[in-house]
């Protein structure tokens, strides 16, 4: 089976990890200064604070802004859960607005539209690596008086217009789960400009705590500290950011991966009937965490599918849109009705997410796009 994803790991990633082994801190040591301050500045932000999942980052950074009970934060439906699972841990309740037909990333005009006088902030997400319409998203914060999170658990190494995605919001999200670009194990980072946030992100990591341990060692230290807010334990380790900034020093290296895949499977599906491949923005620099292909209405999403696994090819679906779970369907509020998001909807009923990793061979894309070509003519047949 080749997999939709998967982390790669050479000798150099293993050596910086029994290196730390050796040493005398494997959680809450230097590492984990190091690793914060080499993101920051890949990225050009002036803070970075480390935890131990994508989803602890999410909800530090809603955290940190300290909202009242009952916020409404708008964000995108078609994002993995916890985007606005962060949303109502800290009290707030999650908004949805429709995405975008041509890049699934969230509309802006769909967030004009979902604002109130109980908004208070907005979470956007670079669907599959590509960067949102960040500037008219700004425009409608500034205008509205409203906090930016993005969530950038596909995009770390992205750019719009230039810039990398890490310092274009109040505080940008990152993930390092395996599936994604460089990874931790488990691990996640948020990024930011403003260093009240930083602080507050720092004890909230921490079970709210004032002092780290390392400021409460050595002879001249006290042992005390004060317990400033509700926190919990989020800390990642030193053993996950050697890991991590072994990883990061061949980021661009995995990206330009990524780029070739990419490339070579818009190349032979050029011409193939029954598809459509990515649409890519002129003013981005797309990070490709994702490849996926859409459907052409009619065709059975569910039973090509099935024969792409058949043919051994993991594809996968990215997302199931969030007011469709369970859970979220006994919240109350026209917000989670499936008849407001109508591109949305067509996206996910036609959505397969393709295999993509830098270790993708050339053997096995050709063995991707023959097993689509015969999935796509099966369909028709």
């Not at 980021?251 to 032979?268: M, S």
């Not at 007011?323 to 008849?339: I, P, Q, R, T, V």
Request: charged share 30%; aromatic share 8%; hydrophobic share 35%.
């Amino acid at each position: 089976m080749i997999p939709y994803g998967k982390q790669e790991i050479d000798q150099s990633d293993i050596d910086a990890v029994i290196q730390t082994l050796k040493g005398d801190w494997i959680t809450s040591g230097p590492k984990i200064d190091e690793f914060e301050k080499a993101i920051a500045e890949y990225v050009g932000a002036k803070h970075a604070v480390a935890v131990n999942s994508g989803t602890s980052a999410l909800d530090i950074a809603v955290g940190a802004l300290e909202l009242p009970e009952g916020s409404e934060i708008i964000t995108t439906p078609f994002t993995f859960v916890a985007t606005s699972n962060c949303i109502l841990y800290n009290g707030c309740k999650p908004i949805f607005a429709d995405i975008d037909l041509k890049t699934y990333n969230i509309d802006p005009d769909e967030i004009r539209k979902k604002i109130t006088k109980k908004t208070k902030a907005i979470i956007y997400v670079d669907y599959a690596g590509q960067p949102c319409d960040i500037d008219e998203i700004r425009e409608i914060a500034q205008e509205h008086d409203l906090k930016l999170i993005e969530d950038a658990a596909h995009a770390i190494g992205a750019e719009y217009k230039g810039k990398k995605v890490g310092s274009l919001a109040d505080m940008t999200e990152f993930s390092f789960h395996p599936v994604k670009h460089i990874t931790t194990g488990e691990g996640g980072i948020v990024t930011s400009n403003n260093e009240e946030l930083v602080k507050k992100m720092r004890m909230l990591r921490n079970h709210g705590m004032d002092r780290s341990l390392r400021e409460r060692l050595g002879p001249n230290a006290s042992y005390a500290y004060d317990i400033k807010t509700l926190g919990r334990n989020y800390r990642i380790t030193d053993i996950q950011c050697a890991l991590g900034y072994s990883q990061l020093k061949k980021l661009d290296g995995i990206i330009e991966k990524r780029t070739r895949i990419a490339a070579a499977y818009a190349k032979a599906f050029d011409e193939m009937d029954g598809i459509t491949t990515p649409f890519v923005k002129n003013d981005v620099k797309h990070a490709w965490h994702l490849y996926t292909i859409l459907l052409d209405k009619g065709m059975d999403r569910d039973k090509f599918f099935n024969e792409m696994r058949t043919r051994e090819i993991g594809v996968n679906v990215h997302y199931i849109p969030i007011y469709m779970f369970s859970y979220y369907k006994k919240l109350e509020g026209a917000a989670m009705d499936k008849n407001n998001f109508p591109n949305t909807n067509d996206v996910f009923s036609r959505i397969i997410t393709l295999p993509l990793y830098p270790g993708l061979e050339t053997i096995e894309i050709e063995k991707v796009v023959n097993a689509v070509r015969e999935c796509t003519n099966s369909d028709k047949g």
